[in-house]
């Protein structure tokens, strides 16, 4: 049986997760449902060893490095944070939240861990899980959007009950969410830091996919700034409207498709033009003899 030491910490985490139970540890025979006023918000000490992760962990990469910093501090300080739990039986746990913690306690070499210990059921711990995600401070906007889209398709919730969930407007809820509806060239520059959340909100603005490709691209080579690029925008957009009253004839649906498909491939604007009798051309613009070898080397030229 573990050992258990209750401090008085006050609610912490569990404020967070509104919890209204708490298991009671010290009866050795009875596992009570039912808390005591007492025990609400106390910390267990419990075996690493009897704990499992949580399945419905919606982030499945840790950076190593920062794994083992986090490691030394916690054989230096102890660890500071709790992680979150719930209990499956006398000697066998899962957890909600704090898997880098989790892991980092391992990698220190602790054999117990402090734990909140929480009741929840299987939609209660998926939503758990992405609201402690999304508290992540270190989170790009990307993760961000998919753990909202987790949210909102899992959970069942609606973009404003998501919003009192993680305690933001709607607006900042659906921008978002906007995110994940940029091709995915854009979206992996976003995940990987290249492109910021001002960046990604004016690209929103385009329609073209093709466009937006090619204007990250462009950001991204030339180091623009969030208002550069704003600018940028509206100069595209203004462009656009003079060039309305001559309108190309429309390209089929396959065409479309393979002009987006290969605009993905090389990140950069491609436009696929078709002639009399089935003949076209194929443009590749490049902003610069090292973006024009990025896109010979993509071609194995």
């Known amino acids: 049986m573990s050992t258990e030491k209750r401090n008085a910490l006050g609610r912490g985490l569990s404020a967070l997760l509104n919890d209204s139970e708490n298991v009671h540890p010290n009866n050795k025979h009875n596992v009570s449902t039912e808390p005591e006023v007492n025990d609400l918000g106390s910390v267990n000490e419990i075996k690493l060893s009897e704990i499992e992760v949580n399945p419905f962990q919606p982030r499945t990469d840790f950076d190593q490095e920062a794994l083992s910093e986090l490691a030394d501090s916690i054989k230096l300080q102890g660890l500071i944070q709790p992680i979150t739990v719930r209990r499956l039986n006398a000697h066998s746990y899962q957890l909600i939240s704090g898997e880098r913690r989790f892991r980092a306690s391992k990698l220190a070499g602790l054999t117990q861990i402090p734990a909140y210990i929480r ?124 060039k309305e009253g001559k309108q190309p004839e429309p390209i089929s649906f396959q065409i479309q498709k393979i002009q987006d498909d290969l605009a993905s491939k090389f990140s950069s604007r491609v436009k696929i033009k078709i002639a009399n009798q089935g003949k076209g051309s194929i443009e590749i613009p490049f902003l610069s003899e090292d973006d024009l070898s990025r896109i010979l080397e993509i071609m194995d030229w």
């Open 119 to 242: 009741t929840a059921n299987d939609q209660q711990m998926l939503e758990m899980a992405l609201i402690e995600n999304i508290q992540r401070e270190n989170l790009n906007a990307i993760e961000v959007a998919l753990s909202f889209q987790r949210m909102i398709e899992e959970c069942s919730l609606k973009q404003e009950e998501l919003g009192e969930r993680v305690s933001k407007n709607r607006s900042t809820v659906t921008n978002y969410l906007r995110l994940l509806k940029l091709p995915p060239a854009v979206q992996a520059s976003i995940r990987d830091g290249q492109l910021s959340m001002g960046h990604a909100k004016a690209l929103i603005t385009m329609d073209d996919p093709a466009k937006q490709i090619y204007l990250h691209q462009h950001i991204i080579q030339q180091g623009l700034s969030v208002r550069k690029t704003e600018e940028l925008v509206r100069d595209m957009q203004r462009s656009s409207v003079k």
